[in-house]
Every structure is written in structure tokens, then in C-alpha cells.
């Protein structure tokens, strides 16, 4: 048996996603910006887009900015919000365990000029909105957090920031790093206060290259690309209208059944834990319940190294993470697992385990058997 659970570096494509996205590629192929018929029917793929997303957050169509993947949706929201308010103020705030996407444009920023807070989180990862609220002055023209964190699931109190937000300094943008809790979670931004809000087509069963960005039609950002204007100039660029279509119809489809999928998945979660704890020295990181999301488990191992577990699990066919994959391929500690106060033993021994909508009861079990047998084991081999 083959089991991937690290869904939250990549997921497997819809089927409807792939079929659709060679439909464009090998014969509705034109330049959405041509004038003639092949054009015209790019552009029909886009406009399905906008339509699609749209609905989904009860935003206007207007509002949506296609780009290569949550990164730059990112890289966008904060780099041309600071641009394009820097008069008003200098002063940006976000979390110590933001995606390296958040963490590095903040830090280009602080070379250029601005301050950014860093907010401290309490042991399951969640921030205190009393440190938010003490964050915030008449300088503040960013807050960004993350709505669902990437390595240990944990969930932002996001509706209530953003309604202190707004209470404290109303030209205070509020960004959303989604990318993890857009398919997973119902969000809208207009009743959350969210003025941005960054998404990634390949964790919701989309391509990967694509993604888009949410931007409140009153709040100012200055574009970061420049050329042809696509995109009412703020990103411009040929619009990727296979991956567009691909997110679309992946965005369509992760929809459509979520109550149901998000039930089944909780209780596999719950199942996992319940597993897991059974195994002496685990420790299972973050939030329990309904203030974590229903795909993501992160594991402390102790007397494991995580390359060990991870690999000793791959020759059993199933796949995990160390990490974030954005940056697990680097020998240092994860900044979240050190924000929630972690012992520095398990630094280095913790695995996430991340399900999708193809995650079955029987694969869950057969990890749970796999780990059962293989930690003690591995615990044995270190002692020799």
C-alpha cells in the first residue's frame, strides 16, 4: 500500500483539473489578450475563473489578481501595500511563525527602511490578540497573519484580528496567508475584515505555478511587475490561463462537498492522535479540536531523528514531511516548532503528517501499525 500524507507540501491533482488543463493547453491554446477567436476563448476560461472565485468568497469579481502561487500573491500584498503607503506609515506587523514567504518579504522590507513587529505565539502556536492590540499604532499601515499554519495546523483567531484591527487604526491593511486554509475552511474576507488574502492552486488539488490574490478594491498596493498591463496593470504578464482553469475547477470541486469531506477528515485526524498517543515519549504539537484544521499533525519523536523516521517510513511506502517543504531541505530548526516553545531534543525528532480528500481510514491504520512497530524499533537501534 502506497500512503501520501504530506499534503500539505503538494496534493495529487482532480482528475477534472488535469483533463481540463490539456483541453487548454493542446486546443483552446490563444493569448487571452488576441483579439480574434482563440483568444476570445482564453479569455472565457479566465472569466470562469473570476466568476468561480468570486462566489466562493462573496467577492467581487474585480478583486482577484491571478498569480504564480502563493508566494507571490505574498510578495505582492506586502511588498506593494508598504509601497504604496510608506507616507502613511512605516510600521507593519506579523507573526514569528509565518511561511518563509511572509518571514522574507518582511525582512526585505526592514533592509528598506520599515519596522516590523513580530507577534510571539502561546505553546499550540496561537497568537494573543493583546499583543496585537498593543502592536498597533497610527503608523501601522500592515498586519499579516497566516490563516492555517503549515506545519503544525494551528488556527489564527483571524475574524476577531481582524475586527480589532479595524477598531484600532481603520487604514490598517489586514493580509491572510490562506494558502493552507482556503478548500479547507470557509472564508470571507468582506465579514472577516481581511483586505488581502493569498492562495496556492497545488494544495487544494490544482496545478502547481498558479495561485491568486484576493485585494480589497479600496486598499492601495502598488504592482511589483511591470509590462503589458495585464491584469489592470497589477500583474502583468500572459496569464497562465491553463493553470487559471485548472484552479478554478479545482477550487469548484474542493467546494462542493466541504462540510462532508471536513467531517470525515477530522475523524481520521482524531483516529491518528488517539493512534499515536497510544506510542510512548510522542508528543502531538499545536491545537487540538476546532482550533486546528482537520490536515495537518505534527509529531515529536523522542530518541528519533526526523530524516530517520522519515525515511524509515518511505521504505514502507509512505510519504511524510520534516517540515515545511519550502524549507525542510534546510539544516536548520523549524522557526515555528521554537516559537511554541518546543524542547530542544525534539527539535530535530518531529514529522508532519498532512491528509487530503483522497486520505483513507485504511491508510491511516496502516500507518498507525507502521509507526507502532518501527518507533521502538528505531529507539533500540539508536541505543546500540
Do not use: W
Amino acid at each position: 500500500m502506497k500512503v501520501y500524507l504530506d499534503n500539505s507540501a503538494t496534493t495529487r491533482c482532480f482528475d477534472e483539473v488535469a483533463q481540463l488543463m490539456m483541453q487548454v493547453m493542446c486546443r483552446d491554446y490563444g493569448n487571452p489578450s488576441s483579439l480574434h477567436h482563440k483568444g476570445v476563448e482564453a479569455e472565457h476560461y479566465i472569466r470562469y475563473a473570476l466568476e468561480t472565485l468570486a462566489k466562493i468568497l462573496k467577492v467581487n469579481e474585480k478583486e482577484i489578481i491571478f498569480t504564480s502561487g502563493g508566494t507571490e500573491a505574498d510578495n505582492i500584498a506586502i511588498i506593494g501595500t508598504a509601497m504604496a503607503n510608506h507616507r502613511m506609515g512605516r510600521h507593519l506587523i506579523t507573526t514569528q511563525i509565518e511561511h518563509p514567504a511572509v518571514i522574507q518579504t518582511m525582512r526585505y522590507l526592514e533592509d528598506q527602511g520599515f519596522r516590523v513587529t513580530y507577534l510571539p505565539v502561546d505553546g499550540q502556536g496561537r497568537i494573543r490578540l493583546e499583543d496585537l492590540q498593543k502592536a498597533i499604532c497610527k503608523e501601522t499601515i500592515l498586519v499579516s497573519i497566516m490563516h492555517t499554519n503549515n506545519e503544525i495546523g494551528t488556527l489564527q483567531p483571524i475574524a476577531e484580528a481582524g475586527e480589532l484591527i479595524k477598531k484600532m487604526n481603520p487604514m490598517t491593511a489586514f493580509h491572510v496567508d490562506a494558502v493552507q486554509g482556503f478548500g479547507k475552511f470557509r472564508i470571507y474576507p468582506s465579514r472577516m475584515k481581511i483586505d488581502l488574502l493569498s492562495v496556492s492552486a497545488h494544495k487544494i488539488h490544482g496545478p502547481k505555478g498558479v495561485g491568486f490574490l484576493y485585494k480589497n478594491e479600496k486598499c492601495k498596493v502598488s504592482p511589483i511587475i511591470y509590462g503589458g498591463g495585464q491584469q489592470k496593470g497589477m500583474r502583468s504578464g500572459t496569464e497562465n490561463v491553463p493553470g487559471i482553469a485548472g484552479l478554478a475547477k479545482a477550487s469548484e470541486l474542493i467546494y462542493q462537498n466541504l462540510d462532508a469531506d471536513m467531517e470525515r477528515l477530522y475523524a481520521l485526524r482524531e483516529m491518528f492522535i488517539q493512534g499515536v498517543s497510544q506510542i510512548e515519549d510522542v508528543k502531538v504539537n499545536g491545537c487540538m479540536g476546532d482550533e486546528s484544521a482537520s490536515h495537518i499533525v505534527s509529531l515529536s519523536v523522542r530518541g528519533v531523528r526526523s530524516e530517520v523516521l522519515l525515511h524509515a517510513l518511505e521504505d514502507r511506502d509512505i510519504y511524510v514531511s520534516a517540515g515545511s517543504a519550502c524549507s525542510s531541505n534546510k539544516p536548520q530548526p523549524s522557526a515555528t516548532l521554537k516559537a511554541i516553545g518546543i524542547e530542544k531534543d525534539l527539535l530535530e525528532s518531529t514529522i508532519r503528517f498532512s491528509f487530503s480528500v483522497f486520505t483513507t481510514k485504511e491508510e491511516i491504520q496502516y500507518t498507525l501499525q507502521t509507526l507502532n512497530e518501527m518507533i521502538p524499533e528505531l529507539r533500540r537501534y539508536k541505543r546500540h
